[in-house]
């Protein structure tokens, strides 16, 4: 077993219209194996896109960006970055925040979020800072041009993670979470590959 840490949820969020972005508050989420019901990103399986280029565009893989998680303490480092006055996890199309997580957005791969009420998430990575997203924070502060494209930047290690579920449950808004990180693993590249491993 890995590491412990502890946090709490702030929000849980939730985006029912297939084409806005922007998120909104929830006294509760139920929480299935497809993600959180009733947000457009929930569903066992996804299309392709530019972030699966090993696969054709528009063909069926396992759905592993099933809820987006943002950090209380990131949001504002985003914030202070860009020089405004805040930046909501809402228009980062966040379904979860979180707060007491150092570092959230750099947790790798396989760490695991434990609710009390059941609910288990299995991190799968960084969710990349996009200028899309940018544009919803500038829509949010337009007295600041060119925050789009900044945006990226601030972001940059801070924008969040993506998860899929692992047991479904519930989450509330001061769930206290259990953040369970997966085992270090130190693996080197061979420098000469092996010759009865690479033959076909």
Same mark, same amino acid.
């Given at each position: ?9 702030? %929000?849980?969020?939730? #985006? ?13 989420? =139920? ?6 019901? #009733?947000?457009? /990103?929930?569903?066992?399986?996804? =299309?392709?896109? &530019? ?9 069926? *893989? %396992?759905?592993?960006?099933? *809820? ?15 020089g ?9 199309? @966040? ?26 998430? &299995? ?7 996009? %200028? =899309?997203?940018?544009?919803? &924070?500038?829509s ?13 930047? @601030? @972001? /940059? ?7 899929? &579920?692992?047991?479904?449950?519930v989450i509330?808004? #001061?769930? %206290? ?6 085992p !270090? *693993? ?6 000469? !590959?092996?010759?009865a491993?690479? =033959?076909p």
């Amino acid at each position: 077993m890995g590491t412990h840490l502890t946090g709490r949820s702030v %929000r849980v969020l939730i #985006g029912p219209e297939p084409k806005n972005l922007i998120t909104r508050d929830m006294p509760e989420v =139920k929480v299935s194996f497809e993600g959180f019901v #009733g947000d457009r /990103h929930a569903g066992l399986t996804r =299309k392709a896109d &530019v972030r699966t280029p090993r696969f054709p565009r528009g063909a069926l *893989v %396992r759905n592993t960006r099933q *809820v987006s998680i943002v950090s209380t303490e990131e949001l504002a480092l985003i914030a202070e970055a860009l020089g405004v006055p805040q930046v909501l996890a809402a228009w980062l199309g @966040a379904n979860l925040e979180l707060a007491g997580v150092p570092r959230l957005t750099q947790l790798p791969p396989g760490t695991r979020l434990v609710f009390p009420e059941d609910a288990t998430l &299995v991190v799968e990575g960084e969710n990349e800072p996009c %200028r =899309k997203v940018g544009r919803t &924070v500038e829509s949010h502060h337009p007295e600041q041009p060119g925050l789009a494209n900044r945006f990226v930047k @601030a @972001a /940059h290690e801070r924008r969040g993670l993506v998860s899929w &579920v692992e047991r479904p449950g519930v989450i509330r808004p #001061g769930d %206290r979470v259990k953040v369970e990180l997966p085992p !270090a *693993v130190a693996y080197s590249m061979p420098a000469v !590959a092996d010759p009865a491993v690479s =033959k076909p």
